[in-house]
């Protein structure tokens, strides 16, 4: 393999990536750009390969001709609850979580006796059997229009990275704190992007090894369904359908 490959590796990663040369630069600590390696006028510096072999899983063995495997394999990443609590029967609760627990649940993930001390229900419907779900209280407007500040959400327990769905909504527990957001993958790294739904929010980017547990956004509990005077109720609804078949009927007798 002529040395010349090396850098044209090294520039196809990067076009991967999506990135300029001077934010690949930055990526790498490598100075201001990455122009003169990849006109083969720098070699890769060992930090840069370090960096390539960290932050995206670059095969340094590739890099530099000797291996066809571009990537290398991120380790597993444990996303599945830390504790699960029982009710008397032995089946597993829906722990509650309300907003001001959720400041200490990445601090005590593991500890069996906080969790003891939060509300806990169960749903007797089938929907609710299987898996593990826990209760979240939604905390500020980064999701609206679909979850607002204080109202209550149950998310489903994630145990398989790979299965993640961009689509769907998620309560993300991180080392220091509790987010629901939609989640996008980077394909060529272990990182990952939080989406809001409201658009005055950023995304976030994270590494996949910030995430301690993964909940998948199951349902909601709402508690004031009549309060949106925009909403037509089914009693209303069935009143004026029967009000329209007695004026079709009048009608046809009319003619």
Do not use: C
Not at 182 to 202: C, F, G, M, Q
């Amino acid at each position: 393999m002529l040395i010349e490959e090396e850098f044209k590796r090294f520039r196809q990663i990067r076009e991967d990536l999506r990135l300029t040369q001077s934010a690949f630069a930055e990526e790498l600590g490598i100075g201001t750009t990455t122009a003169d390696i990849e006109r083969g006028r720098t070699r890769i510096p060992g930090y840069a390969v370090k960096e390539l072999l960290k932050k995206y899983h670059v095969n340094p063995l590739w890099l530099f001709g000797d291996s066809g495997q571009k990537y290398l394999h991120a380790e597993e990443v444990a996303v599945s609850p830390k504790v699960i609590t029982l009710d008397n029967t032995g089946k597993e609760n829906i722990v509650l979580v309300n907003a001001k627990a959720a400041a200490g649940y990445p601090l005590n993930i593991g500890d069996t006796l906080w969790f003891q001390k939060l509300p806990a229900f169960s749903i007797p419907l089938p929907e609710y059997r299987n898996a593990t779900f826990r209760g979240f209280q939604v905390e500020g407007d980064s999701m609206t229009p679909v979850l607002y500040s204080d109202e209550w959400i149950v998310g489903k327990a994630v145990d398989d990275w790979d299965n993640l769905n961009a689509n769907r909504m998620y309560v993300v527990i991180t080392i220091d704190s509790i987010l629901v957001k939609k989640i996008r993958k980077d394909p060529h790294s272990t990182r990952v992007d939080l989406i809001s739904l409201n658009t005055e929010y950023s995304p976030i980017r994270i590494d996949r090894s910030e995430i301690q547990e993964l909940w998948e956004v199951n349902s909601k509990l709402t508690f004031n369904p009549g309060s949106d005077s925009q909403n037509v109720s089914l009693q209303s609804l069935h009143q004026e359908m029967k009000e329209l078949k007695e004026a079709v009927r009048r009608i046809g007798k009319g003619s």
